[in-house]
């Protein structure tokens, strides 16, 4: 059955049925740009049970988390209102706007985040322990926008085959999206980048749209080594099985332990914890208290997606806009409705060099991909994807009132074509132009102007009553979780990473 078949069989109350979710994380800095390295401000609450305001990697690292929402702009104005109060909290730090860090201390000055004494708090930081030992905090900081995407009535098949077709085209994101094109020269010290000299303290690409999702970001080579196939959910969690319960050698080498009787990781294989796993989209299932993500999948089947290609746009105030969530919206349809042929282990592999490629060099005129073993322009590729889209966007528009998603791909393709206009252009040009040559100098600018912005339009009286008595309401929750806790941690700590929880649900309380 054809794209239009499908989309024809759809009825309107499906497609306006659609709903989303947003993560976005962000590290607090001091007013001259360096990392705040302050605790997690208590008037934001507890990082363990707070809702919508938690912490990422480093206890520096904002997590900031909506609900689910049927309609774009619910969305986007609840993470604004998030936004404006967590920078109404921060006193003169600011939340960095950029997805790259800048000033960073040494790695061992990257303070890990910390919730509580309770077992599940205590998991959650031995867990960033281990990614701490396992890749280095530098990593570790760097910053995205995690978009949670559902469809009424999909079943986990569905789910896959979007999964398949969003990895086969996830290129089309970098290059509209990306907006990660340079870094500061110390956070690549030490490392093999290949990257080009802005000036002393910037280094960059000159069509690159994604350093984030390239070689310098989330990549490790231990799990390049992990070829998960996508074709259904039964391989996708034999395949993290394996690399959650099966020891690995490099890891066992970092050991559980410190000499001094502290812990390194949670687990000595190759995956702590389903979330270590590093992919541009994860099939999700909300979880049970106490159950691990890979048995409610293989229990309940898949519940929504969640994209993680997504950089902060250092030009919007929240880093995303109504815009990108309305490509998104028709991208991800788009993958679900398509055909969606098995993957393959030398796919995988393509797949892997494609996104490497789009990331350092998605802007580059030419630039070839590989598409069933043939060489394909990614300009060609990426112009018949849009092509076909169009008809989802109408859809959607004719689901939903209005011009909106038509608007919205139409403005994508002449994005895509006017390479300029993209995020990652207009980002380099900035630097250059503007602060010269200093990503770092930029990134500030950008994340002042966003604090001056969101703080301009103030809470009302009745909304700050309802976010402190959201911040009390989590204390007091993190209190008796630890009040509760009667099992050493030790033992909490072999019972979760325990194979079996994995098929059968474990009984210990929530996830690291």
């Known amino acids: 059955m054809t794209l239009h078949q499908r989309l024809r069989e759809l009825d309107a109350a499906r497609l306006r049925g659609m709903q989303r979710g947003i993560e976005k994380e962000g590290l607090r800095v001091k007013p001259d740009g360096s990392l705040a390295r302050t605790p997690h401000p208590a008037g934001l609450g507890s990082a363990l049970t707070h809702p919508h305001i938690t912490t990422d990697f480093s206890e520096s690292q904002l997590e900031l988390v909506t609900g689910v929402h049927a309609r774009v702009e619910d969305c986007l104005h609840e993470l604004e209102t998030i936004h404006r109060v967590v920078l109404q909290s921060l006193g003169d730090e600011c939340m960095w706007a950029a997805s790259m860090p800048g000033q960073l201390p040494p790695d061992a000055d990257i303070p890990i985040g910390y919730y509580g004494s309770s077992n599940v708090g205590q998991a959650k930081r031995v867990y960033r322990l281990g990614l701490s030992h396992r890749y280095g905090s530098r990593m570790q900081t760097i910053s995205g926008i995690h978009y949670n995407w559902s469809f009424p009535g999909a079943t986990s098949e569905d789910y896959f085959a979007l999964i398949r077709n969003f990895r086969r085209h996830s290129f089309l994101l970098l290059r509209l999206f990306g907006a990660s094109p340079a870094v500061t020269s110390a956070f690549a010290a030490g490392q093999p980048h290949g990257l080009d000299a802005m000036s002393a303290h910037t280094l960059y690409l000159p069509y690159a749209t994604s350093l984030r999702m390239g070689r310098l970001g989330y990549q490790s080579d231990a799990q390049s080594a992990l070829c998960v196939s996508y074709n259904d959910l039964e391989g996708y969690a034999d395949s993290l099985h394996e690399a959650l319960t099966v020891p690995y050698p490099p890891y066992e080498a970092i050991g559980i332990h410190d000499p001094a009787g502290g812990y390194r990781q949670l687990a000595t294989s190759l995956l702590q914890i389903e979330n270590e796993f590093y992919s541009t989209i994860r099939p ?96 060609d590729w990426g112009l018949a994807l849009l092509d076909e889209g169009v008809a989802v966007a109408e859809a959607m528009d004719a689901a939903c009132g209005g011009h909106a998603y038509a608007t919205s791909w139409a403005r994508a393709r002449e994005d895509f074509l006017a390479v300029e206009q993209l995020p990652s252009a207009r980002v380099l040009a900035a630097i250059q132009d503007q602060y010269a040559g200093r990503f770092d100098a930029f990134a500030l600018a950008r994340s002042g102007l966003v604090k001056q912005s969101l703080c301009g339009v103030s809470l009302t009286d009745d909304q700050q009553a309802v976010w402190r008595q959201m911040a009390d309401v989590s204390v007091v929750e993190q209190a008796r979780i630890e009040s509760e806790d009667v099992l050493p941690f030790e033992l909490f700590r072999q019972a979760y990473i325990d194979p079996q929880g994995l098929t059968v649900a474990a009984s210990s309380s929530t996830t690291a």
């Open 284 to 379: 999700k299932r909300v979880i049970r208290s106490g159950e691990r993500p890979l048995h409610a999948l293989r229990e309940r089947g898949v519940e929504y997606v969640e994209v993680r290609c997504l950089d902060v746009n250092p030009f919007l105030d929240v880093g995303i806009d109504a815009h990108t969530a309305r490509v998104l919206d028709v991208f991800l349809l788009q993958a679900m409705l398509s055909s969606s042929p098995p993957d393959s282990p030398d796919e995988v592999r393509a797949l892997q060099s494609n996104l490497l490629l789009a990331a350092s060099r998605g802007r580059e005129p030419g630039l070839q991909l590989i598409r069933e073993g043939q060489p394909i322009s990614l300009a």
